[in-house]
């Protein structure tokens, strides 16, 4: 094996219009992923996102199984993740069944019945990985982009619209209630838009690991900012350059085995940059404490 760092893709006229699209895209996905993070992390419904972005896997499955082409997937599979995130939020607000074993239930099946799906239909290996963790950037087509930006716009537009009601039912949904906000829409609207964002992020980052660009944005936010609004523009923009960075990095590291050249696909390259923010936010926070926790000693002595 022979790792090869080549910037010249960069600049490749082939892959450079590829990267345009593939930039935009994901921008407006990280950034979408990371402002619906804040609010589910902070109500605890982070792992919704893990079991709809399993559930992705089962309606590629089931589209891919159909023989619907690349291009139109999204239209079987927008709806499907759509509908289990109604049903998951209603089945967590019942009480009939706990929230954390809902996704359970949804993850393992949807995954398990993507497979069989996968098997049955006679897809390889290939097709089920690049579902898992996302595909080729050549994959992207011109009418993926198009509905892929309007879909992400959309859902910013309606978060920044509806901004207060979602600060409203995230800290004190009690009170929300009160004064006449309906709370339980507001947690589904919520739910549909990251099912949303999943369903446009998932072809390109991968179904298991769009969840991780839901969650890590904002904890690494939380780790360094207190109000809500900074919570949500630091987080959109970590994601953002975590994006960029894992973009980059998987278009310029390549492999060769023998005459076989391989490159790193984005989706897993995005998400080791978030978890390098995560710790080295956590280091951040450990270090402002320890300081904030010297000054405070010194004042206490020098008061004594």
Same mark, same amino acid.
């Given at each position: 094996?022979?790792?090869?760092?080549?910037?010249?893709?960069?600049f490749?006229?082939?892959?450079?219009?590829?990267?345009?699209?593939?930039?935009?895209?994901?921008?407006?996905?990280?950034?979408?992923?990371?402002? /619906?993070g804040v609010?589910?992390?902070?109500?605890?419904?982070?792992?919704?996102?893990?079991?709809?972005?399993?559930?992705?896997?089962?309606?590629?499955?089931?589209?891919?199984?159909?023989g619907?082409?690349?291009?139109?997937?999204?239209?079987?599979?927008?709806?499907l993740?759509?509908i289990a995130?109604?049903?998951?939020?209603?089945?967590?607000?019942?009480?009939?069944?706990?929230?954390?074993?809902?996704?359970?239930m949804?993850?393992?099946?949807?995954?398990a019945?993507?497979?069989?799906?996968?098997?049955?239909?006679?897809?390889?290996?290939?097709?089920?990985?690049?579902?898992?963790?996302?595909?080729?950037?050549?994959?992207?087509?011109?009418?993926?982009?198009?509905?892929?930006?309007?879909?992400?716009?959309?859902?910013?537009?309606?978060?920044?619209l509806?901004?207060?009601?979602?600060?409203?039912?995230?800290?004190?949904?009690a009170?929300?209630?009160?004064?006449?906000?309906?709370?339980?829409?507001?947690?589904?609207?919520?739910?549909v838009l990251?099912?949303?964002?999943?369903v446009?992020?998932?072809?390109?980052?991968?179904?298991?690991?769009?969840?991780?660009?839901?969650v890590?944005?904002?904890l690494?936010?939380?780790?360094?900012?207190?109000?809500?609004?900074?919570v949500?523009?630091?987080?959109?923009?970590?994601?953002?350059?975590?994006?960029?960075?894992?973009?980059?990095f998987?278009?310029?590291?390549?492999?060769?085995?023998?005459?076989?050249?391989?490159?790193?696909?984005?989706?897993?390259?995005?998400?080791?940059f978030?978890?390098?923010? /995560?710790?080295?936010?956590m280091?951040?926070?450990?270090v402002?404490?320890?300081?904030?926790?010297?000054?405070? /000693?010194?004042?206490?002595?020098?008061?004594?």
């Open positions: 094996m022979q790792l090869v760092i080549s910037f010249e893709t960069l490749s006229e082939n892959l450079a219009p590829l990267l345009v699209k593939a930039l935009i895209v994901g921008l407006l996905t990280a950034v979408c992923a990371a402002i /619906l609010p589910l992390v902070l109500k605890r419904y982070s792992m919704i996102g893990d079991g709809l972005s399993h559930m992705g896997f089962g309606a590629l499955a089931i589209a891919a199984a159909l619907v082409s690349e291009g139109k997937q999204m239209l079987i599979t927008m709806p993740v759509v995130a109604v049903v998951l939020l209603l089945l967590s607000e019942s009480g009939k069944i706990k929230g954390d074993a809902a996704i359970a949804l993850s393992t099946g949807a995954v019945a993507g497979y069989v799906i996968y098997s049955v239909a006679n897809k390889g290996a290939g097709d089920v990985c690049s579902s898992l963790f996302g595909t080729s950037i050549l994959a992207l087509k011109s009418a993926d982009v198009t509905l892929s930006v309007i879909l992400a716009v959309g859902v910013i537009l309606i978060f920044v509806l901004f207060s009601k979602i600060f409203a039912i995230t800290f004190d949904p009170f929300a209630r009160s004064a006449g906000t309906n709370a339980s829409f507001y947690n589904i609207l919520i739910a990251t099912a949303v964002t999943i446009v992020g998932m072809k390109m980052i991968g179904s298991i690991m769009i969840s991780a660009l839901i890590f944005p904002a690494s936010a939380m780790r360094i900012c207190k109000r809500f609004k900074s949500i523009t630091v987080a959109a923009l970590l994601s953002a350059l975590n994006f960029c960075l894992g973009l980059v998987s278009a310029v590291i390549q492999f060769k085995f023998g005459h076989q050249v391989s490159s790193l696909p984005i989706g897993p390259c995005v998400v080791c978030n978890v390098l923010t /995560l710790l080295l936010c280091g951040i926070k450990a402002i404490d320890r300081v904030k926790g010297k000054k405070a /000693l010194a004042k206490g002595k020098k008061t004594k």
